[in-house]
């Protein structure tokens, strides 16, 4: 690929080479990239192309992107918001704003215990649901309203790959002055070109469709009764097949809060960089989106070290109070600190508020033998280090 769109600022020259490697070494076909440092945009860069099949459109600022959980992401800096609003406190029980989920002994998990993937609902035990359920918000509202916990809520942590994006939206929709939906409150308090939900068909025109690496037509993840429920939500949304459901405009159309944002490398970086302080824009400052007491309740870390993730083959990941994924095994970036969100496949955003950093990769060529850190966003980080290392010497 010879064409990479977009600019570095000085001194950021070497992550075009190494973005551009990672197209060169067939490592991705499509791809955005932005970096946010001390408040500006120092780069900003698209490459590969949009059509991953036939190779005739190019990869550019205009092409959006599924990003799967890395929109979980973008779910805790909502609730950050309502938070700074006092709209929500995360100490609070999710029953508090929404009656019906005290059900089935759900009337004391809190705010935080949900973000965390602390409640007990990784998935609902409902059986073989289909992508109309998993689209259908309220009658996935009310079968998470419904659940009986799996574990004591508060004393482990197992992911809730899909649950918890309906739950957080659920109540972001009720506590909304205006009650909009999630979507919604998304693209008009965060950015107005993060999709949960598309609107139109112009917006679904311009959206990148995903492709396994060749070969890899399975999950390289083994079944697990509870894992595969959670992951896949029951089976509406299976990740071990050749078809990708995720490329269907109907699941575009729908909100799926934790699973199906549709967005660019741009405006996830931008967000980050608005969690931790003012950016220059073109000129223009814009203001944070939250204080710095509510960010740092956000990024606390309420995960006991070493704790297995019920739901993810046992691995220990961390969570933090606001949902963020914080420094650990399965979230190797920098060191302590660092909170975002990576996604199935090879998508990731984080901010690095020790140097006012933030990070966006989007892209089309699903790798999902990756647990962690995606090969191609490690390779980036690395070149990011060294230039921040080179740069306080």
Not at 33 to 47: A, E, F, K, M, Q
Not at 122 to 138: F, I, M, Q, R, Y
Not at 147 to 153: F, G, L, R, S, Y
């Amino acid at each position: 690929m010879d064409h990479v769109y977009g600019h570095v600022t000085s001194g950021w020259e070497n992550i075009r080479s190494v973005f551009k490697q990672n197209l060169d070494d067939g490592l991705d076909i499509g791809a955005s990239l932005c970096i946010y440092y001390r408040g500006n945009c120092v780069v900003d860069l698209t490459s590969g192309w949009k059509d991953p099949e036939t190779k005739k459109e190019p990869y550019t600022s205009d092409t959006l992107q599924l990003v799967f959980s890395t929109s979980k992401g973008i779910i805790s800096a909502a609730v950050a918001l309502c938070v700074e609003r006092q709209l929500l406190d995360y100490n609070a029980p999710v029953a508090r704003y929404w009656p019906e989920f005290a059900a089935n002994g759900k009337q004391n998990i809190t705010i935080s215990e949900l973000l965390a993937h602390r409640a007990g609902i990784a998935c609902v035990d409902e059986d073989n649901l289909t992508v109309e359920d998993g689209c259908n918000w309220s009658r996935m509202v009310s079968l998470i309203a419904a659940q009986k916990p799996h574990w004591e809520p508060g004393t482990a942590h197992g992911y809730h790959a899909h649950t918890l994006g309906y739950a957080a939206g659920e109540l972001i929709h009720r506590v909304d002055p205006q009650h909009r939906s999630y979507g919604q409150f998304v693209r008009d308090e965060l950015d107005s070109e993060f999709y949960v939900g598309i609107p139109n068909d112009d917006i679904e025109t311009r959206i990148s469709p995903v492709v396994r690496k060749p070969g890899d037509t399975t999950s390289v993840r083994p079944k697990v009764s509870q894992t595969d429920k959670a992951l896949s939500l029951s089976g509406a949304f299976p990740l071990n097949t050749p078809y990708i459901v995720f490329n269907e405009s109907r699941v575009h159309r729908a909100e799926l809060p934790g699973a199906n944002g549709i967005t660019n490398a741009r405006s996830l970086a931008r967000i980050y960089s608005l969690l931790i302080g003012d950016i220059n824009e073109n000129g223009i400052k814009q203001k944070r989106l939250i204080g710095e007491k509510t960010l740092q309740e956000a990024i606390e870390n309420v995960t006991p070290a070493d704790e297995p993730d019920l739901s993810w083959y046992n691995k220990p990941s961390t969570f933090s109070k606001g949902g963020f994924q914080i420094y650990g095994e399965c979230f190797q970036i920098f060191r302590e600190g660092v909170f975002g969100f990576s996604g199935y496949g090879g998508s990731c955003a984080f901010a690095f508020p020790p140097h006012q950093l933030t990070y966006a990769y989007a892209c089309n060529h699903l790798d999902p033998g990756a647990l962690t850190i995606d090969p191609r966003n490690a390779r980036v980080i690395q070149a990011i280090e060294k230039i921040l290392n080179d740069q306080n010497k």
